[in-house]
């Protein structure tokens, strides 16, 4: 039971992280960023070069959040701001620029699987169970993430400019707010966040050119679901997360990866508002 | 005027098919270039290269030199459509020599029977493929599975297995028959589980498998990406038992480094088996490809061996019509890396296995090897 208990959030801890960078675009722009896996990629080969380069694990991270930005920066700038008023032509957009960093990174490391070595091995003992230690920190690296989040959000100058451009973009504008500035940012940290996610699971995964694509679904979905905040992206990764953990375990794997997408179906029929104000 | 034009046409005409007869063999080679496919991929190129440059230096077949069209089939059903479809009618490549995933080759059989072009196909596989256009020179569950669970049953006292697999043809196939094997043999399958073949996260298959009291794991996943996660994930859980993994190759256990130490693996090669046709074999791809070369394993070195299949069954037949060359591959033996490898069996080879363990440099040390182990009844004529 406890084992369980553990899968859940550990596997919530997971998908928040790799979520929550899409969460903070569509949450300011209301673009759903379909890059987002290719981001996810992106991040973990910044993991691959900096694990080669011998960077300890504590630059490696930076690195592949500062790696993930740039990218974010440049396709906002090239790309997604000639956008904003045609969200439908943002997801295909998006969706193709996603294909086409795949195939950079192919073109550069290969199509074949790479291997990170990671940073933390074996397992420790909680109350009686043997559970891997690695899945055990990405419980903390998922906290660490809300707070530092909700408290630029919250606490920031940038923070208050970003929640005046996602109530009222015009009157933010009409307040001097440099709403396209504000995109911007958002844009760079919530791609840097989809880079830094896929730093933190590769030790879990192998990292080829299509790592992120899997993940990608499950985090649309619980974006939708949420509905815009950190606080209630948490809570849709805690109950899709871990029905999907419930329904693999007792009933069968195959199904378990259908649970998040049919769930967030079900939600949004029902409630078309998700999670959100709740 | 009329005539005269006619004249030339013929001429040409006749000139064409003159230049015809010279024309290189095509041989098509569709394979999983992306996907999952794409670990094992190039080293199954190289070793169609090496096998073709080393017959064209001897004067090619039949006189003709042989080419090479490689295709990437995306390791799956889609992909194969387009690289068979391409192949067969548009290359009109005289063979088909290749490895895929099972997805790949089910895809591909209804253009090769509407092509009438003989595939001889080079990964081990599920078994039961009975397309009378597909030869298989590699293993089927028969060959592969019982040197594992003999092992594990006499050297290590497994009693119950749990098995874990990807969700497609070729896993569920091997774990079926694994689970069958296992039970004749005295054993108890305690768990069997899936996950689709894109699947990432494999925890709560390992907290059941954790929870089931288990003594032995057996593995089927596709290969590459599937294969490397679920090994991490089950070393990252402290998972110690012994464990046999039936589609993990040297390749992929030398990169995987300290995690792929002390998996289990049973195949038709490896690469230190000790004789002169391996070391041949393996001193020319070194020569050829240097520093690129792709270790060869036990899905590239059968390739290897069907190109030379199809050299002989040519031979034999004396042209490379179809129907001829169908019947000349059941009858004619190739000395390879692997032994003598014949197809008589049903369109199927018996083969010598090895069971190996990977070693923590990532090295497979041979454990035992089964001499001639035979295919079984793959394709019984039906009477």
Redesign the interface.
Known sequence: MLTVALDIVTTAALLFIISSGLLIVFGVMKIINFAHAAFVTVGAYATLVGARLGLPWILVLPLAFVTGAICGALTEAIIVRWLYRRPLDAILATWGLGIVIGQIVTLIFGREVQFVQAPITGTVDLLGVDYSAYRIVMIGAAVIVALVFTTLLNGTRLGLSTRAVIMNEMLAQGLGVDSSRVRLITFAIGSGLAALSGALITPLSSVDPNMGLPWLISAFMLVMVSGGSLMTLAVSSLMLGGLQVIVSTFVNPILGGLTIAICAAIVLRIRPEGFARA | MISRALLVSLALVAASGSALAADPIKIGVPVG???AN??VA?SVVQSAELAVDEINAKGGVLGRQLTLDVADDASGAAGAQKAFDALVFQKKVNVLISMETSAARNAGLPIVARGKTPFIYTSFYEGRSCSPYLYVNAWVPEQQVPPIVDYFNKEKKATKYFLIGS?YAFGRGMLSFTKAYVEKTGGKVVGE????M????W???I??L??SGADAIITSTAG??PN??LT??L????VSLPYGNLAVDEG?AK???ADAAGIYISASYVTGIDSPANKKFLAAMSKKFGADLKTPNDLSVPEYEGVYAYKAAVEKAGSTDSQKVLAALSEVSVEGPRGTIRMDKQRHAPLTMYLGQVQSDGSVKVIQSFPNVDPGAQCPPKS
């Open positions: 270039l992306s996907g794409s670990v190039p969700d589980e899936y996950l689709p894109d699947g990432s996260d925890t709560p298959i907290s059941k954790k929870a590459g990406a490397v996660t991490k994930q070393r990252a859980a402290g992929t990169s995987m480094g």
